[in-house]
């Protein structure tokens, strides 16, 4: 089996909010959406920009309430989290066209989970030979897009996808 090194996550993962509130809950505060990156707020989920992605456009997909698993979620959260990965993908696709995707649950710090205290999916759109020489010899990512661009594009898709649904 080979090892995918990914050193540069480290710094993401060790980090302490200074706030002292989770990442991903999204408060009352409305105003700052658009800087936290926030595509979608809706009674259950959420879909954000990932600020240290794995390819370009990656996106997370989290509950709205501070859940650390799947498990304490009730029947209508965990549909509705999942139906908002199931359009999200939709969405993604529709906008940059990607060959695939990789979507993933961590569940908990053993399994790799960066934040194991509230549980959001990974959604990372994949183009064949994504991952080229830059990163096995250089430890580098080639993102191709800056992410506020990729915000500007997808904020306007998701509002239309999504609507003001709860």
Avoid at 16 to 44: H, M, Q, T
Avoid at 58 to 84: G, W
Wanted: a negative charge.
């Amino acid at each position: 089996m080979e090892a995918l090194w990914a050193p540069w996550r480290m710094e993401y993962i060790r980090k302490k909010d200074s706030s002292g509130s989770c990442v991903f809950c999204p408060g009352e505060d409305r105003n700052k959406d658009a800087d936290r990156l926030i595509l979608y707020l809706g009674k259950y989920s959420m879909v954000l920009m990932n600020k240290y992605p794995y390819n370009n456009a990656h996106v997370l997909v989290a509950p709205v309430r501070h859940a650390a698993s799947l498990d304490v979620l009730d029947q209508e959260e965990a549909y509705n989290l999942m139906d908002t990965v199931r359009k999200t993908i939709s969405v993604v696709d529709q906008l940059i066209k990607p060959g695939g995707f990789n979507v993933g649950l961590n569940l908990g710090k053993a399994s790799g989970a960066g934040i194991a205290d509230h549980i959001h999916f990974h959604v990372v759109p994949r183009w064949s030979g994504d991952v080229n020489f830059m990163t096995t010899c250089s430890e580098t990512r080639v993102i191709s897009e800056h992410i506020r661009d990729t915000f500007e594009v997808f904020a306007p898709a998701f509002a239309e996808a999504f609507g003001t649904e709860e």
